[in-house]
């Protein structure tokens, strides 16, 4: 977690600490040219967004490098929640270059991309406007130091989002951070103080073991519905025997803990669905997928740099892209916005389809939007 | 007027000329006319730097100016292209104005609720761009939000603003701000003949002219 791994200083633990408790927040750092290390006129420019805890992370990884970061406005909001909601795109990234005098501070005009923007962040249009090479950079801030290593390729594990335990652990802290006192706050006038503590106890646990336990828990195939559920009833079982425990048991208290059980775990459904590359967003319709039209494929394999779930692979003998794990898709459209050749687009089951411009246009920001468009 | 949900705003596009006029308690159009009035002539060429929805662009356009509209927001120029085809959309920021019009080549610049938007580098940016393509005696006409000049209305300001961005806050995890300094801004960035007008007190326009 931030605030761990950060200096043993009194402040910076603090702010770490408020950063992480409230990062479903946005937390403008500021935009711009930001040196790391002791960078030169042929350091590498690396992109990010502007909210303080990415920028903190790409800085931490950094560490003993010299490099460029150039720090675009996503309204203070991490990439992929910027890119896939419209908040970072590519006028960003050009708003960058043309204002933060990077410029007259770099010789080479070579840009590196978080992937994880791609989603929002058109390449090409950043290339044409500027002039600048843009590049996709690897899905995790602690990837880069092996990426420049490797000069500039990532390699296909680095493209793929992964959840270790101190990121499940810090999103369960974003989470039981504020929820669990203002359950308990909520609950409090109407069951009392111990029966609300209970309460609020058990959806912080309830929480916890969403996360922790997520590599374990079969999200990836199905709406989830089940899992969430049995980690309510399950919330709702150690709740009545904590509330029996302290002889707090009655109708009402097990009528509000069952009601905080369901909240909570619906909240934290929608987070897990679409807030992290892994899981498809629980706005999209269920009956579509990214269709791959062979004939218009190039082999510039554009799409395999963005994808986040290693969904498409680059077939060496046909020179061709081809989908090989279709289950792992969570309909991002990252590779569809990316495509050059507008190979890529989605179809639905009844034969429609949204061809790229319509998805460029609207990014993940679905909100039904794909559907009226057809 | 509570700008704080603009930003609620320009994430649903349908809802935003609704939503202003109401925030605006109706006063919005008269605005736009009044920025219109003070840049647009027939057959001049006025840009309009993030037009949103259009309601600038189409007031200078109702003048007989030619006119561009420029915003980065595909959704709000799909609203803007529903209501125009007489004023040219076009999806791109406000840095990228010098990729698009020549140098001296604009009679107007105007700008309505688009500075708050945008960050200290970039309003300098697009103000000293807005300078090299205005043609010698063209006019800068920009109006948006800013913190009334009176202490006691700036309190009033601040106090109800807070819970309002709050919760703008928790809606769409954006917010605006009020922009600072504005006609000094513009000052710096070489404009003369600078005159300020408030509709009300927590919002200005600015016009100034690009010396000869």
Known sequence: ?374 | MTYAFMRRLESTPSRYDRGIELLSGGRIGSVYDRIAEMAARPGANVLDVGCGTGGVSIACEVLGAHVTGIDRDAGMLEIAAAKSNAVQWLEIDATEIEDHFGPESLDAVVSCLAFSEMSPQVQRYVLSTASSRLRPGGRLVIADEVEPDRVGQRVWYRVRRAPVMAVTWLLTQTGTRPVKDLARSIATAGFTQIETERPWPSFLIVSAVKPS
């Open chain 1, 1 to 374: 977690m931030a605030f761990v791994l950060d200096r043993l200083g009194g402040q910076t633990i603090m702010i770490s600490l408020f950063d992480t408790l409230l990062r479903i927040l946005p937390h403008r750092a500021p935009t711009g040219l930001v040196p790391i290390g002791t960078p030169d006129r042929s350091s590498p420019v690396l992109v990010t967004g502007n909210y303080t805890l990415t920028v903190r992370r790409v800085r931490r990884a950094l560490t003993g490098r010299d490099a460029w970061l150039l720090v675009a406005d996503s309204k203070g909001i991490n990439v992929w929640c910027a890119s896939g909601g419209g908040h970072l795109t590519h006028h960003d990234v050009i708003s960058a270059i043309r204002t933060s005098g990077v410029q007259d501070r770099v010789d080479r005009r070579l840009l590196v991309l978080p992937e994880l923007c791609a989603t929002g962040v058109e390449r090409r249009r950043i290339e044409e406007a500027t002039g600048w090479t843009a590049t996709w950079g690897p899905a995790s801030a602690e990837d880069i130091p092996a990426f420049l290593d490797r000069g500039g390729h990532t390699a296909r594990s680095e493209r793929a989002t992964r959840f270790p335990l101190p990121d499940r652990l810090e999103m369960a802290a974003m989470w039981i951070g504020p929820l669990v006192p203002i359950l308990w706050l909520v609950l409090w006038p109407i069951t009392g103080a111990g029966a609300a503590a209970i309460d609020a106890g058990v959806v912080g646990l309830a929480v916890l073991a969403l996360y922790g336990f997520f590599p374990w828990l079969p999200l990836r195939t199905m709406r989830g519905i089940p899992v969430y559920a049995t980690l309510s009833v399950a919330a709702f079982g150690i709740g009545i025997a904590a509330l029996a425990l302290f002889g707090l048991l009655h109708p009402s208290t097990m009528l509000w803990l069952a009601a905080a059980c369901v909240v909570a775990m619906g909240i934290a459904s929608i987070d897990m669905a679409g807030s992290t590359p892994l899981l498809s967003s629980s706005v999209n319709p269920s009956d579509f997928e990214v269709e791959l039209l062979s004939n218009r494929c190039t082999g510039t394999a554009e799409c395999v740099l963005v994808c986040p779930r290693e969904v498409l692979v680059m077939d060496g003998h046909a020179h061709k892209v081809r989908i090989a794990e279709p289950a792992n898709c969570i309909l991002c459209a990252a590779c569809i916005v990316q495509c050059p050749e507008d190979a890529l687009r989605f179809r639905f089951d009844d034969g429609r389809v949204v061809e790229p411009d319509v998805i460029r246009r609207t990014r993940m920001n679905l909100l039904g939007k794909r559907k009226t468009s057809l």
